[in-house]
C-alpha cells in the first residue's frame, strides 16, 4: 500500500519486493513517461514498470 500511495503504483497478485508494478489508470500516458521512463504497455489498460525506489 505504500507504494500506491506514494507512486501511484499497484502491486499484482502474488507480488514479490522487486518485481515489476502497475501504473495506475490514474495516471496518464503523458504523465507515465515522464514519471516511469520506459515502462511498457502490455494493452491499452494495462501499463507496466520496474518497482520505484
Not at 505504500?2 to 504523465?31: C, F, M, Y
Amino acid at each position: 500500500m505504500q507504494l500506491t500511495a506514494k507512486h501511484k503504483v499497484a502491486t499484482p497478485a502474488n507480488w514479490k519486493q522487486g518485481d515489476d508494478v502497475i501504473i495506475t489508470g490514474a495516471v496518464s500516458n503523458e504523465e507515465a513517461a515522464k514519471t516511469f521512463p520506459g515502462y511498457k504497455t502490455v494493452k491499452p489498460y494495462l501499463r507496466t514498470t520496474t518497482q520505484p525506489k
